[in-house]
């Protein structure tokens, strides 16, 4: 494990700031910010063995406090097909994955982990992102990928079954990846075969890939930030009814404590009762609101989302959805911190009139949307080596690349790719 993951690990499971953990050990912020970045940076500098021996020896003393944190079951066993099954421990075992992940994920090492592997990522409605990441992250394990999209080029256009199709695909594949329009489908797809089975969105369910790498992301901000995300306050905006990563992410984010979550929506896009249910059981302060400008007074992290029109059934309308439900660069400015994270799944509609995400947040610092779609790789990554059994081996498989890796990947990133 390297001084990066080892660390961040151990903050993870202590529940700590960087400040924190500092002073616990009784060093300076700056000594363990040095410590705490990648291997490759010139910036690094190694952790000195007795910190390490203490950090141990905390570890090995406390006791880890879970005290109002949901725990639940994984009934789909070696499947994912929701965030039921977590709980904060296992949750934060698989982003501790995907921080091994990191320097695959940003093209430092390469692994074969998953070589001769086979994915067979079978999406049934249109995806650029999460299509070509769970692709990129299954081939940066040595896997090959087959790729088939839409109805028209699946035999299911002919009337075969979702058992028998995954049935099927199962003697092909060693993993499947599924979206499907229909609420249920992709469980359907898991119940037929002992192959593991991803959910990659399953009409207005849940997307839970998605939520992990928000939740990722959420969680390395905040690290960089000096932030816990127990009692922070979180604002979901725009459409919450089928919207089906903020369905995902709001379980997650229910393992933690103490959270103000505030929904922004017209009254034909709330939240399901649900949902908001299930929040507050967990402890949480819920509020609603239709009025995004005083909503977001105060976030720590802003959450939209894009109207999912595609989902509308005959009788619904976009009636209240105005442009005052728009996050710009003048409301962030008027009412969002230096240091609120304004994050988005993707795609943002940025038609006129969508009144989605402006794209006049493309060079403020608080957008985090292009450090979700990166983290998405390293955390589809841990995934796919956790279901397949692989996690353990892929620290002592790592090889230097060999090609040019860019040292930034848009001229809008702040910090060069190889030091995030």
């Known amino acids: 494990m390297s001084q990066q993951v080892f660390l961040r690990d151990a903050m993870r499971r202590l529940n700590y700031t960087r400040d924190a953990l500092a002073q616990r050990i009784g060093v300076s912020r700056r000594a363990l910010d040095s410590w705490l970045l990648p291997d490759e940076s010139p910036e690094m500098r190694k952790m000195p063995d007795i910190a390490q021996r203490f950090v141990l020896e905390i570890l090995k003393g406390v006791s880890v406090d879970t005290q109002g944190v949901h725990h639940g079951n994984n009934e789909s066993g070696h499947h994912l097909l929701s ?112 192959v593991p089975v991803i959910n990659a969105g399953d009409g207005p369910g849940e997307h839970p890939s998605q939520a992990l790498l928000d939740l990722y992301t959420i969680q390395r901000e905040f690290s960089r930030l000096d932030k816990l995300i127990d009692g922070a306050h979180i604002v979901f905006a725009g459409d919450l009814k089928y919207g089906r ?106 038609r006129p009139g969508a009144n989605d995400l402006s794209v006049d947040l493309n060079n403020d610092s608080r957008l985090a949307i292009f450090k979700q779609t990166d983290n998405g790789i390293a955390v589809r990554m841990a995934i796919f080596a956790t279901l397949m059994g692989v996690q353990d081996q892929v620290q002592h498989s790592l090889r230097e690349v060999g090609w040019r890796v860019p040292v930034y990947l848009g001229p809008e990133d702040e910090v060069p790719y190889r030091d995030q």
């Open 245 to 350: 990563t903020v369905h995902s992410l709001s379980k997650l984010l229910a393992l933690y404590r103490n959270l103000r979550i505030t929904l922004v929506s017209p009254e034909s896009l709330m939240l399901p009762p649900h949902l908001v249910e299930y929040l507050a059981n967990h402890g949480h302060h819920v509020e609603q609101s239709h009025d995004l400008q005083s909503a977001l007074k105060g976030a720590d992290v802003v959450y939209a989302t894009r109207i999912q029109k595609e989902r509308f059934g005959q009788e619904e309308t976009l009636e209240g959805y105005s442009a005052d439900f728009q996050i710009n660069q003048a409301l962030v400015n008027a009412t969002c911190g230096p240091h609120t994270l304004i994050m988005h799944p993707l795609p943002r509609d940025s």
């Open 83 to 194: 965030v039921d099954g977590y709980t904060r421990d296992s949750v934060e075992d698989l982003l501790r994955v995907a921080d091994i992940m990191q320097p695959i994920a940003r093209r430092q090492k390469t692994t074969r982990v998953l070589e001769g592997a086979v994915l067979a990522n079978l999406f049934f409605e249109a995806s650029t992102r999460t299509r070509l990441s769970f692709s990129s992250a299954f081939a940066r394990l040595g896997g090959s990928v087959c790729d088939t999209t839409g109805f028209t080029f699946s035999s299911m256009a002919k009337g075969e079954s979702i058992h028998d199709t995954s049935r099927v695909i199962a003697g092909y594949a060693d993993a499947i990846v599924v979206r499907h329009p229909d609420l249920g489908a992709v469980a359907e797809f898991a119940r037929a075969t002992h």
